[in-house]
């Protein structure tokens, strides 16, 4: 009897630690959302924000973060495909394949700040970028990379090799294989990646503040001229992000309206993530039943 | 055959590009260890420090030599990262390792269906949205109840505990569901509990994997860095209770990088506490290397 009592006193303790858990979540999405709830109207999300004074918006800092996700998923996506392949489709069992392995590793375990000041030491001083959009682009890249070539891998290896012999035996070769054959019916899984990674680096501010920088000169959006310093598309400029931003005023910022400001920013940013992180969800759900024929 | 050479030389090419695109991972990762490693070690070949100054925990770095300066020990940020990150660890892994075995043998339908969305929205929010709430809740709270300026190692061990838990629950989780069924059916046929079978069987037997996954999480939270340097109050001393302000070799960094002149001792120095990070991460990688070897013999 004593057994079966103790029994359920764990059973029920493993559901008071995960219901905890769960109104962890639910806690904190509540406070972020209400609090920014009070601080969002569409001037915040639109004007710039102010130095000195009450008032200031995020505007820019959404653009930077939107358009810096861009410029990095530009480069994250081919390249860490490309790399998954290799180590799908191709590597052998031999020490250069454990070597990219155990690089592969080590970079996804790297601080964040550390790639933050690897790209301060090559990107903005070696390269000469400065302080720019480019060099936060780039620092992102080392962080996602890892997890893209990853993502990528795990998602072909589900490809059945059944698929890859008809290809093969129909006399198409390996690459026209890869191309045709096993990366359309990996696509789903690898869509769903890009957008997992995309969330993950929406929210990373460690790794921008000595690339990207902590400002963000005025913009105009009229300036065509890809180059031209106040060209908001010019990826040459320094870009603070969202992310960056909230850290910004909660450790050095002169506004009164810091709470305001903050609230309002981090709710952008959590609904954000969070919409990445749906997206993510529904496209998978939508992927997987068509795949059953549904 | 002329088609044949065409696809042939196709094939080449789609090997050389992946190929490529593989070995960037490892000149990355030659060119992250070269770089900061070089810049880092500055302090001792540039500025000829000695190891008995860095590894210290006296921290002057702006004295002049008559002062008895300059003195850069950087003992005072690396027990602030140890003991922040350990404390964060050893909150988390219990309710960790709860919501693994809640998932994995208590109610797997509940646990995929809302445990697993949860888990994975913790994951994704920022860590400065941590670091925020921490800093708008939690150090007013410590503030008013327990005393302190609230800004405090308890207040950094809260906020990394939770930002950890989705890293120790998911590899936990992981290592349960791998194990095979006969384990836990053979467990019940002695007559064991649903507990005893946990306790006894399950648990231990997933020991290594669930130890992956706490040490991933260390590993996550001595790199944390805007969170922590958030709430820890970024005073350069060891602290004597839970309730004393500290610092980390992150927030540490983080604190001065920006407003140090370049190639100064105590802008290298920080160099010096990023490149300790990373063979710290390094190591951390070994030991989990090591963890998924014994847990793949056993």
């Known amino acids: ?294 | 055959m002329p088609w044949l050479n065409r696809n042939f030389r196709r094939e080449l090419k789609g090997y050389a590009l992946t190929f490529t695109c593989a070995l960037i991972a490892i000149m990355l990762t030659a060119a992250i260890i070269t770089f900061l490693s070089w810049k880092g070690l500055s302090v001792f070949y540039v500025h000829k420090v000695s190891l008995t100054n860095i590894f210290s925990v006296d921290w002057w770095p702006d004295r002049p030599p008559e002062a008895g300066g300059p003195q850069v020990g950087i003992l005072t940020f690396m027990f602030g990262s140890v003991v922040t990150s350990i404390l964060a660890a050893l909150v988390s892994a219990p309710f960790g390792v709860t919501v693994a075995v809640f998932m994995a043998e208590i109610s797997p339908r509940l646990g995929q269906r809302v445990l697993q969305p949860v888990i994975e929205l913790l994951a994704g929010i920022p860590s400065v949205v941590y670091g925020y709430i921490g800093l708008s809740i939690l150090v007013p709270f410590i503030r008013n109840n327990l005393g302190g300026t609230g800004f405090s190692l308890l207040a950094g061990v809260l906020v990394l505990a939770v930002m950890i838990l989705p890293t120790i629950a998911s590899v936990s989780t992981d290592a349960l569901r791998a194990l095979p069924r006969s384990l836990k059916e053979a467990a019940f046929a002695l007559g064991a509990t649903r507990w005893q079978a946990i306790r006894m069987v399950l648990l231990p037997t997933a020991r290594a994997g669930i130890l992956m996954g706490v040490i991933l999480g260390l590993a996550r939270a001595f790199g944390e860095a805007l969170a922590v340097q958030m709430v820890i109050g970024n005073k350069r001393e060891i602290p004597h209770s839970i309730l004393d302000p500290l610092i980390t070799l992150t927030s540490g960094i983080t604190m001065d990088m920006g407003n140090t002149v370049q190639g100064s001792l105590w802008n290298d120095t920080l160099w010096f506490m990023a490149t300790i990070l990373l063979v710290i991460s390094f190591f951390f990688i070994l030991v989990i290397r090591m963890l998924g070897r014994k847990g793949a013999v056993r």
């Open chain 1, 1 to 294: 009897m004593k057994a079966q009592v103790k029994d359920k006193l764990a059973t029920g303790s493993f559901y008071f630690g995960a219901g905890l858990v769960v109104l962890l979540l639910f806690s904190l999405l509540v406070y972020i959302i209400l609090h920014g709830y009070q601080a969002i109207d569409l001037d915040f999300l639109l004007s710039e924000p102010e130095t000195l004074r009450a008032g200031g918006g995020i505007g820019p800092n959404i653009f930077n973060s939107f358009y810096l996700l861009f410029l990095s998923m530009a480069l994250t996506a081919p390249l860490g495909i490309l790399g998954g392949i290799y180590l799908a489709e191709y590597a052998r069992q031999n020490s250069l394949t454990n070597l990219i392995r155990l690089s592969i590793e080590a970079l996804t375990s790297l601080p964040s700040i550390v790639v933050g000041l690897f790209g301060l030491l090559v990107f903005v001083t070696m390269f000469g970028f400065g302080y720019s959009l480019v060099a936060g682009a780039l620092a992102l890249t080392v962080i996602n990379l890892p997890l893209m070539v990853r993502v990528t891998e795990e998602n072909l290896r589900t490809v059945p090799g059944e698929l890859r012999e008809a290809s093969l035996s129909l006399g198409a070769t390996k690459w026209q294989t890869i191309c045709r054959v096993v990366l359309p019916s990996a696509l789903p899984g690898l869509i769903t990646g890009v957008i997992i990674a995309a969330g993950r680096v929406f929210g990373e501010a460690a790794a921008l503040l000595f690339t990207a920088g902590m400002t963000t000169p005025h913009l105009d959006f009229t300036q065509l001229d890809l180059l031209h310093p106040t060209s908001p598309w010019n990826p040459f400029r320094p870009g603070e992000t969202l992310a960056v931003h909230i850290w910004k005023i909660n450790s050095e910022a002169l506004i009164p309206d810091i709470r305001r400001v903050a609230d309002g920013s981090a709710a952008v940013l959590v609904l954000i993530v969070l919409s990445f992180n749906l997206l993510a969800r529904w496209l998978a759900r939508r992927f997987s039943t068509r795949l059953a024929g549904k």
